[in-house]
């Protein structure tokens, strides 16, 4: 079945059709958690099924050739969620910029957060801005960065440093300032 007579099929509420594409999908959307959620397949597992769950409630917003993007953002959004919900850090290294607490000092709202931090990544290279964004939002580890960028995991290593710093020296230039607990604090 072609991806256009899936989602034709599951907007006419077919369950064949959501067979199928829990058949197809299941490897894309638990890898996508099970890269977020390291060691927790109970975790995985549970929230793979509440993805096309989901998939299936909004089963009129699928749009042929973005199903993948689809599932994979939910299956990130439902990760992300639930280790924020268990107050576990993320899978980062040290000195990074975390920019979504849930400390009651939160004074920017999240599209002011997202305005600065897309003005901040506009500050790096293209290959560095791709190394951050399969890091830090998808979770990927550095050698996996690295691997499926074509870099030595040395160079990826350094390439995230360097774009730290100059994260750092943006946002401190934009008078937001980068504390040591990787919260994103307003100057003054």
Do not use: C
């Not at 089963?59 to 993007?69: E, F, M, S």
Request: aromatic letters at 8%; charged letters at 30%; hydrophobic letters at 40%.
């Amino acid at each position: 079945m072609t991806e256009k007579q899936l989602v034709k099929a599951l907007a006419r509420g077919e369950l064949s059709a959501l067979e199928e594409l829990i058949e197809q999908f299941t490897p894309y959307v638990s890898s996508v958690i099970a890269r977020i959620l390291r060691g927790r397949q109970a975790d995985v597992e549970e929230l793979t099924a509440d993805v096309f769950l989901a998939a299936w409630d909004n089963r009129n917003k699928l749009k042929p050739g973005n199903v993948k993007g689809y599932l994979g953002a939910i299956a990130r959004n439902r990760a992300f969620n639930l280790l924020r919900a268990d107050r576990v850090s993320l899978p980062l290294e040290e000195d990074v910029l975390l920019l979504e607490t849930d400390g009651p000092d939160r004074e920017l709202d999240k599209k002011e957060t997202a305005r600065i931090v897309n003005q901040a990544l506009a500050q790096l290279d293209k290959p560095q801005r791709e190394l951050f964004v399969r890091h830090y939002y998808y979770g990927q580890t550095v050698q996996e960065a690295a691997l499926a960028m074509g870099l030595n995991q040395s160079t990826a290593k350094i390439w995230l440093r360097r774009g730290r710093e100059t994260l750092k020296t943006y946002l401190r230039k934009e008078e937001y300032e980068y504390e040591a607990d990787g919260n994103l604090q307003a100057d003054g």
